[in-house]
C-alpha cells in the first residue's frame, strides 16, 4: 500500500489566495483526519470524517477553511482567502477504525506570503 | 482542559545509552494511547500503543508504560541509536462523551537527540 498520499508537498501562495490541499487516505480506511502542525500549538486536529461523513469539525480555526470528502479515496481541505498565519504544515491522517492508530502522509507546507 | 502535556521538552543521550520519554496526560477517560516518531520533513510515524486495561507493553527495542493512577506514560529505547533522533508525540484518545470523545490528542513532544 502507497500509505496516505498528501498533494502537494509544498505550497506557496499570496495572501488572499485560494488554497487546496488533497489527501487520499489509505484503502479500506473509514477515517479521515485532517492536522495542522505549527511550532506554536503543535498537532492541533481541524476535521474529521467517518465514512466520508465529516463527524467533528470544531477544530476548523474559521470559515475561511472548508474540508470535503466527496468520496472514500479522496478528501480536500480549502483555504479561502488564505492569510499569513494560516503557514504550517498540514498532516491528513487515516484508520481503519476509532480505536486503532492513525496513520499520517508527509504533509503540505504551506507558506501564505 | 483535557490535553496530554510533556515533562521534558529535549532529550540528549548517547548512541547505545536507554532512552527514557515522558508524557502526563489529564483525561482520566482516555483508554488508548500512542507513541508517535516525527522525523525532520516527515509524517508522525506510529511506534507502539497501549489500551488502558494493560500498565506495560514491548515492542522491538521500545517499552510503553502506562500508570494510570498518576496518569502518566513513558517511552523507553533501549540502546539507542542516531537514527532514533526524533520528535516523539505521546497521544490519547477520548473515550468518553464530550470534545475529546474519537479523537485523538496529541502533546507538544520531545526532542530527542543521540549523539554518535
Known amino acids: 500500500d502507497a500509505g496516505v498520499i498528501q498533494s502537494p508537498r509544498h505550497e506557496v501562495t499570496e495572501m488572499g489566495q485560494e488554497v487546496t490541499l488533497r489527501c487520499k487516505p489509505i484503502?479500506?480506511?473509514?477515517?479521515l483526519f485532517w492536522y495542522r502542525q505549527t511550532m506554536m500549538r503543535g498537532l492541533e486536529l481541524l476535521i474529521y470524517f467517518n465514512n466520508n461523513v465529516p463527524i467533528d469539525d470544531s477544530g476548523m480555526p474559521e470559515d475561511r477553511f472548508s474540508a470535503k470528502m466527496p468520496n472514500a479515496s479522496f478528501s480536500t481541505l480549502k483555504i479561502q482567502p488564505s492569510e499569513p498565519r494560516d503557514s504550517a504544515v498540514y498532516f491528513c491522517?487515516?484508520?481503519?477504525?476509532?480505536?486503532?492508530?492513525?496513520?499520517f502522509g508527509s504533509g503540505t507546507r504551506l507558506t501564505v506570503v | 482542559g483535557e490535553s496530554v502535556g510533556l515533562h521534558l521538552p529535549t532529550l540528549s543521550v548517547q548512541e547505545g545509552d536507554n532512552s527514557i520519554i515522558n508524557c502526563a496526560y489529564s483525561n482520566s477517560a482516555s483508554d488508548y494511547f500512542i507513541w508517535y516518531k516525527q522525523e525532520s520533513g516527515k509524517g508522525p510515524q506510529f511506534i507502539i500503543d497501549i489500551r488502558s486495561n494493560m500498565d506495560k507493553r514491548q515492542g522491538q527495542r521500545v517499552t510503553v508504560l502506562l500508570n494510570k493512577t498518576v496518569k502518566h506514560l513513558s517511552l523507553q529505547i533501549a540502546a539507542t541509536q542516531p537514527g532514533d533522533s526524533a520528535v516523539y508525540f505521546c497521544a490519547e484518545f477520548g473515550n468518553a462523551g464530550g470534545t475529546s470523545y474519537g479523537k485523538l490528542t496529541f502533546g507538544q513532544g520531545t526532542i530527542l537527540t543521540v549523539h554518535p
Open positions: 484503502s479500506g480506511h473509514d477515517y
Open positions: 491522517a487515516s484508520s481503519p477504525n476509532r480505536g486503532h492508530g492513525y496513520t
